[in-house]
């Protein structure tokens, strides 16, 4: 079974096209996205470009210039710091006094 095309939009307005119910509801859940239409043409819409020397890039554009950037290698998506699940960040154990040079009697 195909998953479902949603548009999605972050918190600044900027649109990418989103596969499948999971993905969808982990961006509105995050990161704070939610549903927008089909980009017009004033839109701005994140593309991606991945080039084997340089990685993964992103940048934002307007949808009227989607069919320029297609001719590059730039199509619509997420940009990379969303295409993973985020990290927890490692539970830290309390810090333990140290002594400061202002402890010390002379």
């Given at each position: 079974?195909?998953?479902?095309?949603?548009?999605?939009?972050?918190?600044?307005?900027?649109?990418?096209?989103?596969?499948?119910?999971?993905?969808?509801?982990?961006?509105?859940?995050?990161?704070?996205?939610?549903?927008?239409?089909?980009?017009?043409?004033?839109?701005?819409?994140?593309?991606?470009?991945?080039?084997?020397?340089?990685?993964?890039?992103?940048?934002?554009?307007?949808?009227?210039?989607?069919?320029?950037?297609?001719?590059?290698?730039?199509?619509?998506?997420?940009?990379?710091?969303?295409?993973a699940e985020p990290v927890?960040?490692?539970?830290?154990?309390?810090?333990?006094?140290?002594?400061?040079?202002?402890?010390?009697?002379?």
């Amino acid at each position: 079974m195909a998953k479902t095309l949603y548009w999605l939009a972050d918190p600044e307005g900027v649109r990418a096209p989103v596969e499948g119910d999971d993905e969808r509801a982990r961006l509105v859940r995050l990161h704070g996205w939610s549903e927008s239409a089909e980009p017009g043409r004033l839109d701005f819409v994140w593309l991606r470009h991945e080039d084997p020397a340089l990685g993964v890039a992103a940048m934002t554009w307007e949808a009227a210039q989607l069919d320029a950037w297609a001719g590059r290698g730039w199509t619509p998506g997420l940009p990379p710091a969303l295409t993973a699940e985020p990290v927890e960040p490692p539970k830290s154990s309390p810090a333990k006094p140290s002594a400061s040079s202002g402890d010390k009697k002379e």
